[in-house]
């Protein structure tokens, strides 16, 4: 079974720059979520679709992040534009349908550099 | 508001000794709780989760308890193996996940 797929791995841009994310959760999952973990924290979650739509977006910093998962399957996060404080490891995860509460599978995760 | 803690950043074990980490959590609507292993540069692995309605789970070398009074949770892992050298982050869930700060575990040979 594949897993969950991000990319890139790797990103280094100057602030007040634009950048995107991508993630292709595990097929079948209903449940997509993006995660921030800045270096010494835990995940913090940005954002939950379920299916197409957003079921939690309360810490998504609606004026510079937004992230859509228009056919219910892959999904983008975008940051226009970037702050140094957005230097972090964007997480992208999905959980079963069956199971949503008990199990989350990330991706490798997408470390943004902002100079 | 953090709802899941791990207060304890660093934990260093001999190889063969078992290793113990430790989260508390706030919030009683939890219902399922889980250990995910960090190495540097790769995303989170799950490792074992347990149902609020449970008191220990195992699998292998690992096991958790949950203490549902005290709102504690550990992770035993037995015997520690220099493999196991990662960070580890608890979670709790209901409706999302939330996750603790992370522990991060040396075993030394």
């Known amino acids: 079974e594949a897993g969950v797929a991000q990319s890139p791995r790797y990103k280094i841009i100057e602030k007040r720059q634009s950048v995107a994310f991508w993630c292709n959760p595990i097929s079948g999952h209903a449940t997509l979520y993006w995660y921030q973990q800045i270096l010494g924290q835990g995940p913090k979650l940005l954002i939950q679709?379920?299916?197409?739509?957003?079921?939690?977006d309360s810490q998504l910093p609606k004026d510079r992040f937004s992230a859509e998962r228009l056919k219910g399957v892959d999904s983008t996060l975008k940051i226009q534009p970037a702050k140094l404080e957005d230097s972090a490891v964007y997480l992208c995860?999905?959980?079963?349908?069956?199971?949503?509460?008990?199990?989350?599978?990330f991706g490798s995760g997408t470390q943004l550099s902002v100079l | 508001d953090q709802q899941v803690k791990q207060n304890s950043p660093s934990l260093s074990v001999q190889e063969g000794r078992i290793s113990i980490l430790n989260c508390d959590y706030t919030n009683s609507m939890f219902d399922y709780f889980l250990w995910y292993k960090k190495y540097p540069a790769e995303g989170p692995t799950f490792l074992i989760s347990i149902s609020s309605i449970k008191d220990k789970n195992e699998d292998g070398r690992f096991t958790v308890f949950l203490n549902k009074s005290a709102k504690h949770l550990s992770l035993h892992i037995v015997p520690s193996q220099p493999g196991d050298s990662a960070v580890y982050f608890c979670a709790a869930s209901f409706n999302k996940f939330y996750f603790g700060s992370g522990t991060k575990l040396n075993v030394k040979p």
């Open positions: 679709f379920q299916n197409n739509g957003v079921v939690d």
């Open positions: 995860a999905s959980s079963p349908p069956s199971r949503p509460n008990e199990k989350l599978f």
